[in-house]
């Protein structure tokens, strides 16, 4: 299946969550089977000649790439999620959102030193969250070499808070 093929099945949805926003819901093609299998194919087509140790994938869509993704590249998973839901010692950090604050936690002994870590979630917008999740990768002594998101809304600039030479890969993009 080739990507307009996989891009097609995202569904739009108008005024969701609220008016004026045109949702790009990916629930369309992880049902398909062969979509899901050929977007997760692409991705790890694109990032195999990088040598990552692990992928970290943000609450909670971002798990739904992560996994397949992390199995494809030989590489290990680790998660990253809101607080409290994680057993062992943590690493937090609060970031900005638009109307507010929110926290991400990691275990603090998820990543050895100098390991190489990709970044993964479904979607970029603004770029707080996934900036958060490098974040605190770097806190626990990860080496992020990359993000890796399904879809990139460049109107909204996410990628400007991805931390220079972190390569940055988007399945699709809209504008």
Known sequence: MNADEIKSKIRNISNFPKPGIEFKDITTLLKDKEAFKSAIDLMAKELSQEKIDYVVAI?????????????????????VRKPGKL????????????????????????????KKVLVIDDLLATGGTV???????????????????LIELEALGGKKKIPEGTKLYSLFKYE
Request: a negative charge; aromatic letters at 8%.
């Open 87 to 114: 057993p062992a010692a943590v690493e937090r950090i609060e970031y900005d959102l638009e109307y507010g604050t929110d926290v991400l936690e990691i275990h603090k002994d998820s990543i050895e030193e100098g």
């Open 131 to 149: 900036k958060a999740a490098i974040d605190l990768v770097k806190k626990v002594g990860g080496d992020v070499i990359g993000a890796a998101f």
């Open 59 to 79: 609450e909670s869509r971002g798990y739904l790439l992560g996994a397949p993704l992390a199995y494809k590249l030989g590489a290990g998973l680790v998660l």
